[in-house]
C-alpha cells in the first residue's frame, strides 16, 4: 500500500490554540478519513470526506479534501487537554478500492 | 458494550510460539480486517475478508495467517512468531452497503515477542 505523507510529526501547543495537519499523497484519492487514537486504543473516525472540495466540520474539527484530490487538512480550534493523541490521515484511491492507505500520525501534546 | 472486541488486550511471548489474537463484531459488518501498527510506521494492512468465505492478503501478510470462522469473528494466528511481529494489532470492520464503507476499529492487541 502506499504511505501518506503526514505532517507535522508531532506538535506542542498551549491550551487554546489552533490546530492545522495535512496529508498529501502522489496519486488522487476519492476518499480521505481523520482518524484520533487514544492512547492504549483503536483509531476513531472523526470526519470523513468523499468530494473534492468537501469542507466538514465535527465541534471544533474542520477537515478539508483537497481540490487536486491528492491532499486533506485537519484543523483543530481552540485545542483543549483531551484533544491529546495520534491524529491520522487514511485515504483511498480508485486502485485500492477497499484498502486504507494510513499517513504515520501526527502526534499532539496539549498543555493546560 | 463494545462494537469490535479484541482479545487478548496484552500477550507477551516467545519467538516460535503459535500465537492466535481474536477479534469479534456486533456491527453486523460483512468486511473485517487486521491491521499491524509499529511506532512512527502508522496502520498497516495484513489480512482482509470481505465475507465469511473470502480472505485475501493485503500489504504484510508474511508470518501470518487468518480464519473467519462467522460473520462476527475474524482471528489472526502467528504460526511461529518472532520478535519483529511486537507490535500493536487492530482489528476493523466495515459495511460494504453503505457508500462510504468505513472502517471501524477495535481496541488493539498489544503483542511482544521476546
Known amino acids: 500500500g502506499q504511505q501518506l505523507n503526514q505532517s507535522p510529526q508531532s506538535m506542542f501547543i498551549q491550551e487554546g490554540e489552533d490546530v492545522s495537519m495535512n496529508c498529501t499523497s502522489s496519486s488522487i484519492f476519492n476518499t480521505w478519513l481523520w482518524y484520533k487514537q487514544d492512547p492504549g486504543e483503536g483509531p476513531v473516525l472523526l470526519i470523513a470526506l468523499y468530494k473534492a472540495g468537501e469542507l466538514t466540520s465535527n465541534g471544533r474539527l474542520t477537515a478539508q479534501f483537497g481540490i487536486t484530490r491528492k491532499d486533506s487538512f485537519l484543523n483543530i480550534s481552540a485545542s483543549i487537554p483531551s484533544d491529546v493523541g495520534i491524529y491520522f490521515c487514511?485515504?483511498?484511491?480508485?486502485?485500492?478500492?477497499?484498502?486504507?492507505?494510513f499517513g504515520k500520525g501526527t502526534s499532539l501534546l496539549v498543555t493546560p | 458494550d463494545a462494537d469490535v472486541t479484541q482479545t487478548p488486550r496484552n500477550r507477551i511471548t516467545k519467538t516460535g510460539k503459535r500465537i492466535m489474537l481474536e477479534c469479534s463484531q456486533t456491527k453486523g459488518h460483512d468486511r473485517m480486517y487486521w491491521y499491524r501498527q509499529d511506532p512512527g510506521l502508522g496502520l498497516r494492512l495484513i489480512y482482509y475478508?470481505?465475507?465469511?468465505?473470502?480472505?485475501n492478503k493485503g500489504e504484510i501478510s508474511d508470518g501470518y495467517s487468518v480464519s473467519r470462522q462467522a460473520q462476527a469473528k475474524f482471528s489472526l494466528s502467528l504460526e511461529s512468531a518472532i520478535p519483529n511481529q511486537t507490535a500493536l494489532y487492530f482489528c476493523a470492520t466495515s459495511d460494504y452497503r453503505t457508500v462510504t464503507d468505513t472502517q471501524y476499529f477495535g481496541p488493539g492487541t498489544r503483542l511482544t515477542v521476546l
Open positions: 475478508s470481505f465475507d465469511v468465505k473470502d480472505i
Open positions: 487514511a485515504g483511498r484511491d480508485s486502485n485500492s478500492g477497499y484498502a486504507l492507505n
